[in-house]
């Protein structure tokens, strides 16, 4: 096939070559087709066979009725083409392209109603074959056809021997067809009639002309939406919202709120509840769809290729043939291999969902629900109706990737089905933080400390996260340092140091072992820069008492104090001079991480830090020199050590005035107490 549109004939051949059978026919413009790409813009037709019978059959079509037909046009909230749509249709007939779903059809009826009080408008069967069908000599204002399979079986003479008889009716045609790359050119080339593409209206606009319809009473509607929470709005009607959910929106703002009184969140909670089992129940026996809606469910607002890369890993955790796993084998028995493959915006449209793309200063390309509340919603059907899907969801989202937001999304998502379960499902979590998946634990971990706030799952994470804190399983035990993080939930600030140090108590020499510590030791460095005040000098407390052991308690306090006291100089020299217990942990942490070897290097660079930040600052110069101070009472060799190292090094070194003042105090007070002591001088 070359490159340029084929001509009428050449395509009326091609056609007729396909429709033997139910085949696809493959309209590309300026596109390159063979066995296996398709590239350029593309349509995907299916004709019936001729075998088929639709051509012989009844002519079947019939008015619309006059109460629907009328409510279509009370609450008709006009397209941005519709003018255009209007100038097209005056050559008697018109083809309108439009995403399905988008108020097509009220687009159409609207236009064939146009200028008419009591218009009377029949809809025709898609499947009728026009070429045989001709129009009522009069008593008809317009004919709608919905989606007839294959358009490319008209040929412009049949459209054209429709002109008369529809102009002498006083009549009008309007062939509504969904749109596609490509589709808009071919058929005007083929069929020689107007084709226009409909744009959906602004969902405002529906909303409006339905809640009007719907409620007379102005200042009633006006004093609900008055009543809104800030934002709550633009949850109700986002950008780019469907007609058909806009409208949806409506009734339930009709009937909840302005007649029962309902608040902005109860009908919101409505809508996604209302929402998701209907979407959950389409794609229950589609299995592309229903991975397609779980991984939206996890992982919506993040980048497209992560929502569409994560639904192929569910349906891949199926196997070759699609046997063993309840995601790949609908409700009817359907496998993925079933499934033909359906363009992506199709896919999202099924489910509810859009794909946002912008370009600026950082490009965007995203995938979520139009309403991210139906996320929960999916859960809440899910962990009710279909609990064979439990198992398998928690193994994949075991394996999330290496992104930090994915692992998020991915541990929120276990501890969603956790409480929608009652806890139940959480017996799976045992096998998902021992899966192997390096982010296996962290997913665990923002599962636990998510599910332990939460009254219905509280009992079972707590639980879990005392047995874990002992068990001999390096991944168990990672998922509870992981879950003493503070941004991963709300695990107290008791509770994290009480599972920290019984984690650090019962480390043995194994290499898996080992690996948890840098994981407390991070625990401990964010719990203690993410707290308050409070927070912090309860962490400094309890890193005193471990300052005592000679074990791995003893070395993580070593380690990770000069990492807290490098940040926030500032907090650092206030609570100094300000909370003398405070002050006094410091100086025995201090003096801790000097006297370790693997830790004076850094500590040292602490202290040589907060020297130089102290120059020419009164405020901070006073609280360095409490500390010192404290540091020479304590006498620990460590400090001793650091004194020394600043007396020896050069002139440039910060620290150098009060650093002698202190080595000037430590040597008068050891000749204090042993005046024969000559060390140091």
């Known amino acids: 096939m070359t490159s340029e549109l084929p001509r009428s004939g050449d395509l009326d051949a091609l056609v007729a070559t396909l429709s033997g059978g139910r085949e696809m026919v493959v309209v590309a413009p300026h596109g390159i087709i063979n066995n296996g790409l398709v590239t350029g813009g593309q349509r995907q037709l299916v004709s019936a066979s001729a075998e088929s019978g639709t051509t012989a059959g009844p002519m079947r079509q019939g008015p619309v009725r006059t109460t629907y037909l009328k409510t279509a046009r009370r609450r008709f909230a006009s397209p941005p083409c519709f003018e255009e749509a209007l100038a097209a249709l005056d050559s008697g007939i018109a083809v309108l392209l439009g995403e399905p779903g988008t108020g097509r059809e009220t687009h159409a009826l609207n236009l064939l109603a146009h200028g008419s009080e009591d218009p009377v408008i029949v809809q025709v069967d898609g499947a009728v074959n026009l070429s045989r069908w001709g129009p009522r000599a009069q008593g008809v204002h317009g004919y709608l056809v919905m989606e007839p399979p294959d358009p490319f079986a008209l040929r412009a003479w049949d459209l054209s021997r429709l002109e008369a008889p529809l102009a002498e009716a006083g009549a009008r045609l309007v062939i509504v067809l969904a749109d ?108 592309v769809l229903l991975a397609h809606l779980l991984s939206i469910s996890v992982y919506g607002g993040l980048h497209r290729s992560v929502v569409t890369e994560r639904a192929g890993d569910l349906l891949r955790l199926s196997g070759p043939a699609g046997e063993q796993n309840p995601v790949a084998q609908g409700s009817h028995g359907h496998s993925a291999g079933d499934t033909r493959q359906r363009p992506l915006a199709e896919t999202l449209r099924l489910l509810g969902a859009r794909r946002v793309q912008r370009s600026g200063g950082e490009t965007t390309d995203t995938i979520s629900f139009f309403r991210p509340a139906v996320g929960e919603a999916v859960w809440e059907v899910l962990c009710r109706d279909h609990t064979h899907l439990l198992p398998v969801l928690h193994t994949w989202l075991s394996g999330p990737g290496h992104e930090p937001d994915q692992i998020e999304r991915a541990g929120r998502a276990v501890a969603a089905m956790a409480v929608a379960t009652g806890g139940r499902s959480m017996e799976l979590l045992h096998d998902l933080a021992s899966a192997p998946s390096s982010p296996a634990p962290e997913v665990a971990a923002w599962c636990l400390a998510t599910a332990v706030q939460h009254p219905a799952t509280a009992r079972t994470a ?101 990492v807290m006291a490098s940040t926030d100089l500032a907090w650092w020299s206030d609570r100094i001079r300000a909370d003398a217990e405070l002050a006094s942990s410091t100086v025995r942490l201090a003096g801790h991480a000097l006297n370790e070897s693997a830790t004076f290097a850094a500590m040292r660079d602490v202290l040589l830090a907060w020297c130089s930040e102290a120059d020419g600052a009164e405020h901070r110069a006073r609280a360095l020199d409490e500390l010192l101070d404290g540091l020479v009472a304590a006498r620990q060799p460590g400090f001793l050590r650091w004194l020394l190292a600043v007396d020896r090094g050069p002139d440039t070194m910060p620290g150098k005035e009060p650093a002698a003042r202190a080595l000037a105090a430590w040597r008068s007070r050891t000749l204090a107490t042993d005046p024969s002591d000559q060390e140091d001088r």
Not at 182 to 196: E, I, S, Y
Not at 259 to 264: I, M, Q, S, T
Not at 495 to 522: F, K, W
């Open 462 to 562: 707590s639980d879990l996260l005392e047995q874990w804190s002992s068990t001999p399983q390096a991944p168990l035990r990672k998922a509870v340092a992981y879950a003493c993080h503070s941004d991963r939930g709300r695990v107290t600030d008791e509770q994290a140091l009480r599972l920290l140090q019984r984690l650090m108590r019962t480390l043995d020499g194994g290499e898996d072992n080992l690996s948890v510590v840098p994981v407390i030791a991070a625990a401990l460095v964010q719990r203690f820069e993410a707290g308050d005040s409070g927070a912090r000098a309860t962490v400094l407390s309890r890193m005193c008492d471990w300052t005592r052991s000679e074990d791995v308690p003893g070395l993580l306090t070593a380690l990770t104090f000069p």
């Open 180 to 287: 596609a790359p490509g589709l808009a050119g071919a058929l005007k080339d083929h069929l020689g009639v107007p084709v226009v593409r409909h744009h959906p209206p602004d969902p405002r606009s529906v909303f409006t002309a339905h809640l009007s319809d719907g409620c007379s009473d102005e200042d009633a509607r006006a004093q609900w939406l008055r009543a809104l929470e800030p934002g709550q709005l633009d949850e109700l009607l986002p950008e780019g919202l469907p007609p058909r959910h806009a409208a949806q929106a409506a009734e339930a703002v009709l009937r909840l709120g302005v007649e029962g009184g309902a608040c902005g969140a109860e009908v919101l909670r409505h809508l996604a509840g209302a929402e998701g089992a209907e979407t959950v129940a389409r794609a229950q026996s589609d299995p």
